[in-house]
């Protein structure tokens, strides 16, 4: 049976990762407080998206001209104004109130101090990958993870899957367009070995051969950079995929190492990789992850 080119994220997406960011907590010490800090946030997105109703539901044909003309049916441009996001954002914040430290306490007041239109400004900024202010970025994060809840329940509410995209456009996603946050090497017996590229926004993952780059779709100058621990053993699950032809890269968790590897988890907690990355200045990340937020 041949792999799907595209799946729609299940309904256990934010529970797994939580675990799978609580199992880091302890894996990873010198990112202990921000991984246990994520892990909470994490969770508090799988009880929004299972508990609260959306705030706004499309019609039952809204999405089929796009689906039927290979078009992302969920285009953030045209949704964000409909959506209801902040409702989700909310809901988030009251979950996490009770559940972190005195540290992260004034980034959930300052986003209840904003108006309506200043945290539409910061979704904005989030869903077109900019960095923005110094003062806007410890409060992005948040922000992302409201939306990624309103983008994954109206990606599970689709008719079905959509296409795989054209060659032209299969680095972006096919069900919202946003880039990918990483890709993904499963392990399952169905679809063992087969790379899928992990939306950064609602986390639809779409097949992409694992022998080309996924930003410029070169082949042939491909090379893995990984952390390794003291006995030269890989420290995590995850490598950077590097391209010599384009100077870019894009982190890759290998599922066939570790069953519950995530595309969000792992690649935040191996941020020592993007760090030695930086500091040898060849290669420039081409993902997005909205959950960490750096400047330019």
Request: hydrophobic content about 40%; some cysteine.
């Amino acid at each position: 049976m041949d792999p799907p080119s595209v799946t729609l994220a299940g309904a256990d997406l934010f529970q797994k990762r939580a675990t799978r960011l609580r199992e880091l907590v302890v894996q990873v010490p010198a990112l202990d407080e921000f991984l246990e800090f994520m892990a909470r946030v994490v969770q508090a997105q799988h009880q929004v998206l299972t508990d609260k109703a959306p705030g706004w539901k499309p019609a039952p044909d809204a999405f089929d001209e796009a689906l039927k003309h290979g078009l992302p049916p969920l285009g953030y441009q045209a949704l964000l104004r409909d959506v209801h996001w902040q409702g989700d954002l909310s809901a988030l914040l009251e979950g996490v109130e009770f559940h972190i430290g005195q540290r992260q306490r004034p980034l959930l007041e300052s986003l209840r101090s904003k108006t309506a239109d200043e945290l539409d400004a910061l979704a904005v900024n989030v869903l077109e990958a900019r960095s923005g202010s110094h003062e806007e970025r410890p409060l992005m994060p948040l922000v992302a993870a409201a939306l990624q809840v309103t983008w994954v329940r109206l990606a599970q509410a689709l008719p079905r899957a959509p296409d795989k995209p054209a060659v032209q456009a299969e680095a972006l996603c096919p069900t919202c367009g946003c880039p990918p946050v990483a890709s993904v090497i499963h392990g399952e017996q169905y679809r063992s070995g087969v790379r899928y590229l992990h939306c950064s926004l609602c986390a639809t993952e779409w097949h992409l051969e694992r022998v080309k780059c996924s930003l410029c779709g070169e082949g042939g100058q491909l090379i893995y950079l990984g952390l390794d621990d003291e006995n030269g053993k890989p420290f995590l699950p995850i490598q950077a995929e590097a391209c010599d032809h384009c100077d870019h890269y894009l982190k890759v968790a290998l599922r066939e190492q570790h069953g519950r590897a995530d595309p969000v988890a792992d690649n935040l907690a191996s941020l020592a990789l993007d760090l030695m990355l930086a500091e040898e200045g060849k290669y420039s990340p081409s993902g997005y992850n909205p959950l960490l937020i750096v400047g330019d």
